[in-house]
């Protein structure tokens, strides 16, 4: 069973930066796209960035586009969030997240949206999440 395991959260003013990775326990099925979602209280997951096998297309969410890259080595079994600009309104629980896609195909569908709970399962591994604060 894979498990992905995200770090790099923390505090931080507005306008400041933090790298968040999502480290795999074994190798990702080599055709998974991995990416992010983020969470706060009572709300539903958004997703927010996420990359296909190869480091080949990513996806932003709108509020993100332009603060926010992402990035995958394969090697290790890893995914990237570096997060720029950060506004009050990007705290929440960031929470990595892999699901099987195929290259050149685009980012799937279920990363692109806020999911509801019974949704969950349409990824195949979750990680924890860690907690990213934006201070005014």
């Given at each position: ?17 933090l790298?968040?990775?999502?480290a795999?326990?074994k190798?990702i ?10 969470q ?7 997703g ?13 969410a ?18 990237y969030?570096?997060?720029?600009s950060?506004k ?5 629980l ?14 799937p ?6 999911l ?6 349409g990824?195949d ?12």
């Amino acid at each position: 069973q894979v498990q992905l395991a995200e770090s790099g959260g923390g505090s931080v003013q507005a306008g400041g930066s933090l790298r968040l990775s999502c480290a795999a326990s074994k190798h990702i099925p080599s055709r998974s796209c991995m990416g992010w979602f983020r969470q706060t209280a009572g709300q539903e997951r958004e997703g927010v960035a996420a990359i296909e096998p190869g480091a080949g297309s990513t996806y932003f969410a709108d509020s993100v586009k332009g603060r926010f890259k992402i990035t995958r080595d394969s090697a290790q079994n890893t995914v990237y969030l570096q997060m720029d600009s950060l506004k009050p309104e990007d705290t929440a629980l960031y929470i990595c997240a892999a699901a099987t896609c195929f290259y050149g195909s685009g980012v799937p569908g279920i990363f692109r949206r806020t999911l509801r709970v019974p949704e969950y399962g349409g990824l195949d591994f979750w990680g924890q999440g860690t907690l990213v604060n934006v201070s005014s």
